[in-house]
Structure formats: structure tokens, C-alpha cells
């Protein structure tokens, strides 16, 4: 009697993806290197008079020569989430029911009007990254000819994590330092996004729209869908 064959194993979705875990507020990759996330706020730079944008620029332009290290900017766009808003002005219209029906109504349509301009994609809400990464020196081993044959998938390298983050930080916290100086001599505020606040950014990436209704309260831990929604239907 034949043997039935086993099912084919279906890749993943986080089989494609470049992070391997996010750990001690840094995100390491597969490929043995790990980043750092600074997240900073923006400067209206067209109400600045001519001699303070003069002397943001001469700023700026000091914080690129002083880099010794590479550094990404990164802008992310994303509709803004207005649902704490829009539960306030439920709390208020119910507050006004009774004393103001006149004020309820105005209220009900303000918030109509205000899920219109989200609808419509009006509102948006920017976000400004520094992204620092840390490189490591890591060998992959090349598959031999008989896994070629065979169609075996070669195999990533070995990756030590502990020691990997160890040695992010290491590297990392003198260059996070240095960017924080520079960029407090241009009036922005920064910080280095958490572990919680990474594996958040990154679930609402693959995830924009499940991001909207379901967030991840207290912790990565206490979500009840995937992290990263797959593309294709026969991704499981």
C-alpha cells in the first residue's frame, strides 16, 4: 500500500520579511544586523523668520558633516486615527441630550463631518524616523551542488542574538547620543522608539487597515490577529 504524502509546508508570510525580532528596543535581522529607531517631531520651517531658517540650516548642514556613520530618514504618512476623538464627542453629545438638543444635533453633525475627512483620506498624520544600523560580519554558507540538485532552500546564517544585541548597543548608544545632541541644536525633539513601540510601528505597516480597528493594548502579547496580514491567499 502507497504511502500518502505529507502536506506541502506553505512559507509564510514572515518568511519574506527582513526582521528576525525586535529585542532590548533594537531590531535585528535575518542577516545577522540590527537597527536603531529614533523618532523625532517636525519644525514648521515656513514660520520660521529668514534669519532662523538660516540658522536651522547652517545647523543642519553641521549634523551631516559630524556624521561618522550611516543614518536613514525615514517619513511615514499614514491616515490619522481619530477614534478617541470621535468617542469623545459621542461622550459630549450624550452629556448635551437632555439640556441642549439644538447643540446635540450640531454635535452629531461635526462628527459626521469629521468621519468624512478621515473617509476621504484628508487627515493625515506624518511621522519623522532616524533609523541607525549596526552591521555585523557574518558568513552565509553557500548550499553544495547536491542541495541544488535536491532543491533544498540554503540555509541562513547562524545568528547569535544575545550577543548580536550586545554588541548593537555597544555600537549603537555613542552614534544614538550624538544624533540626540545634534538634533536638540536644531530645536527637534527625538527619541529611541521602545520594543513595544517598534513591534506596534511594524504591525501597522502590514497591517494599515486591521491597524485602524484593532490595536495592540498593553503589550505585543495581547493582539488576537496575525502581525503581518498576508498578500496572497494561500499564504497562511
Known amino acids: 500500500m502507497a504511502k500518502a504524502k505529507p502536506p506541502k509546508t ?9 526582521i528576525l525580532d525586535i529585542q532590548g528596543d533594537l531590531i535585528l535581522l535575518k542577516n545577522g544586523n540590527a537597527s536603531l529607531v529614533l523618532e523625532t517631531n517636525s519644525v514648521n520651517f515656513d514660520l520660521l523668520s529668514e534669519r532662523e531658517q538660516d540658522s536651522m540650516i547652517g545647523a543642519y548642514a553641521s549634523m551631516l558633516n559630524s556624521l561618522s556613520f550611516p543614518a536613514q530618514i525615514v517619513v511615514r504618512s499614514r491616515k490619522l486615527d481619530l477614534s478617541n476623538y470621535l468617542k469623545w ?12 438638543p439644538y447643540l446635540r444635533e450640531k454635535i452629531s453633525s461635526y462628527k459626521e463631518f469629521i468621519v468624512s475627512l478621515v473617509q476621504k483620506g484628508e487627515v493625515l498624520d506624518k511621522r519623522f524616523y532616524i533609523v541607525i544600523p549596526h552591521f555585523e560580519a557574518i558568513s552565509v554558507p553557500r548550499p553544495s ?9 540554503p540555509q541562513g546564517p547562524k545568528i547569535n542574538r544575545a550577543a548580536i544585541l550586545e554588541r548593537a548597543k555597544t555600537d549603537l548608544e555613542p552614534k544614538r547620543d550624538h544624533l540626540l545632541k545634534q538634533m536638540e541644536r536644531l530645536g527637534i525633539k527625538a527619541r529611541q522608539l521602545t520594543t513595544p513601540e517598534l513591534i506596534g510601528m511594524f504591525y501597522e505597516i502590514y497591517n494599515p487597515e486591521q491597524a485602524r480597528y484593532q490595536h495592540i493594548a498593553g503589550g505585543a502579547g495581547n493582539y488576537t490577529s496575525v502581525m503581518v496580514e498576508p498578500a496572497v491567499g494561500g499564504e497562511q
Request: charged letters at 25%.
Open 145 to 153: 551542488f547536491l542541495d541544488f540538485l535536491l532543491g533544498k532552500k
Open 10 to 18: 506553505q512559507s509564510t508570510t514572515q518568511e519574506h520579511l527582513d
Open 89 to 100: 464627542i459621542d461622550e459630549q453629545a450624550a452629556v448635551t441630550t437632555q439640556a441642549n
